[in-house]
C-alpha cells in the first residue's frame, strides 16, 4: 500500500473518489438501517439534530484548511499555532453546541434534545480539530492515507 511516496494523478483520483463513495455508501446503509430500528418520531428527532451539526461541521472550517493547505512557506510552529487555535475554536463550538440543545428542545417541546446535543458536541469538538491535521495530509498528498482515515472514521462514527 502506497501510503506515503508520491502516487499519480489518477491514482489519488480513484482513492479519493472510492474513500467519499464508499463514506456516502455507508452513511445511505446506516440511514437505512437507522430508519428501520427507530420509530418515526425518534428518527425525526436524529434528524433535526443532524442539520445543526451540519451547520456547525460547516462553521469550524473557517477557511482555515484551505490557508495551510495553500500557505506554501508555513513552519511547524505556525501549524501548531493554527491547531491550537482550533482545539480552543471547537472547545467554544463544542460548548455552543451543548448550550443549544436547551433551545432547541424548548422549541421542539422535548428534552431528549438537550442530551442529544451534549453527546453530539463531541463530534463538534473533534470535526474542528481534525480540520488542521487533514489538511497538512492533504498539503502532503498522502491521498491513500487520508483515503484510509474518511473509511475509518466513517464506520466508527
Do not use: H, W
Not at 418515526?40 to 484551505?66: H, K, N, Q
Not at 422549541?107 to 458536541?121: A, E, R
Not at 463530534?123 to 491513500?144: C, D, G, H, Q, Y
Request: aromatic residues 12%; glycine residues 6%; positive net charge.
Amino acid at each position: 500500500m502506497e501510503v506515503l511516496g508520491d502516487m499519480s494523478i489518477k491514482k489519488a483520483a480513484a482513492i479519493n473518489a472510492a474513500s467519499r463513495y464508499s463514506a456516502v455508501f455507508m452513511n445511505i446503509i446506516f440511514t437505512a438501517i437507522l430508519s428501520r430500528i427507530l420509530v418515526p418520531d425518534d428518527y425525526g428527532i436524529v434528524a433535526a439534530v443532524m442539520v445543526f451539526t451540519t451547520f456547525f461541521e460547516r462553521l469550524s472550517d473557517l477557511g482555515f484548511g484551505a490557508a495551510v493547505i495553500q500557505q506554501k512557506e508555513l513552519s511547524k510552529t505556525d501549524i501548531d499555532s493554527i491547531f491550537t487555535f482550533t482545539i480552543f475554536l471547537g472547545f467554544i463550538l463544542g460548548v455552543l453546541f451543548m448550550l443549544l440543545g436547551y433551545p432547541i428542545a424548548r422549541i421542539y417541546k422535548s428534552d431528549v434534545y438537550v442530551m442529544i446535543c451534549i453527546i453530539l458536541s463531541l463530534s463538534v469538538f473533534f470535526n474542528t480539530i481534525n480540520m488542521v491535521p487533514k489538511a497538512v495530509l492533504m498539503k502532503e498528498k498522502r491521498f491513500a492515507l487520508i483515503g484510509i482515515r474518511v473509511i475509518i472514521v466513517d464506520v466508527a462514527g
